[in-house]
């Protein structure tokens, strides 16, 4: 009985977790965005749904498939939308991990009509979107938090500032100096770093495995 349920560790448990990109709108045939696939936080998913999460997947546009019986997948396409997504089921979840890259900024005005080669100004105004996991930190009431970061430099400095800007229980770094590492790539080297600031490093993996590594310490943190 108990082999079975060790099988299982996430049973009984809601999860959800943020992937890919947002694009967010210029007008309507135009959008600013970037290169995410949406793989690692698909990844994530279908390991917790295998360990017995109930998944709800809020993914910005990716051509990331699934099919599971425990993966609810939310579509949306930018930061507004995920934003609203991840708060329509926050708190009813024991875990939240935000995988995704949200855009930083989007037009401050969108165009309704095409704009034409004519009367472009050659700038966009730009503002800023919701940070959606920093405020999920800010309404953290018993949730498991796992944020993601990507950095170039002063890596671990970068990421811890991170876990206190946000209030996270983990931060999941991932090193674009690593060549196996990052978008549209199917490995990854991450470091993981807790609220207290321990550090446990990995190697090179694939996502999938990268997934399991990331689950697993989320199981460790569940219980104790
Ligand atoms: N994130 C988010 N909403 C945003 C921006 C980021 O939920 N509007 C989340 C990402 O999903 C990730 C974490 O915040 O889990 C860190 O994202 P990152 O881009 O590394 O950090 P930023 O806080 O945006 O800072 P910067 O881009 O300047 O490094
Ligand atoms: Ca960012």
Request: charged share 25%.
């Amino acid at each position: 009985e108990k082999d079975i349920q060790s099988k299982l560790p996430l049973r009984g448990k809601k999860v959800l977790i943020t992937a890919g990109p947002t694009y967010e709108a210029i007008d309507p045939v135009r959008f600013i965005g970037n290169h995410s696939s949406g793989k690692m936080g698909f990844e994530i998913a279908k390991c917790a749904a295998n360990l017995g999460a109930e998944v709800v997947l809020v993914s910005g546009p990716s051509f990331q498939q699934v099919n599971h019986s425990f993966i609810k997948r939310i579509d949306v396409v930018c930061a507004e939308e995920m934003y609203n997504a991840c708060h329509n089921y926050y708190n009813n979840v024991d875990i939240a991990i935000c995988s995704a890259a949200v855009a930083d900024y989007k037009p401050a005005v969108v165009v309704h009509q095409k704009i034409k080669k004519k009367d472009a100004s050659l700038q966009i105004e730009l503002a800023p979107t919701k940070d959606i996991l920093a405020s999920l930190g800010q309404s953290k009431k018993n949730q498991l938090l796992v944020g993601f970061a990507l950095e170039t430099n002063n890596e671990e400095e970068n990421a811890k500032g991170k876990i206190q800007r946000k209030n996270l229980d983990l931060i999941v770094l991932n090193s674009l100096k690593d060549k196996g590492a990052g978008f549209a790539k199917d490995t990854n080297k991450i470091t993981i770093i807790d609220k207290d600031f321990m550090i446990q490093k990995f190697e090179t993996k694939s996502k999938t495995e990268v997934a399991a590594d990331i689950l697993n310490v989320i199981i460790n943190k569940l219980n104790v």
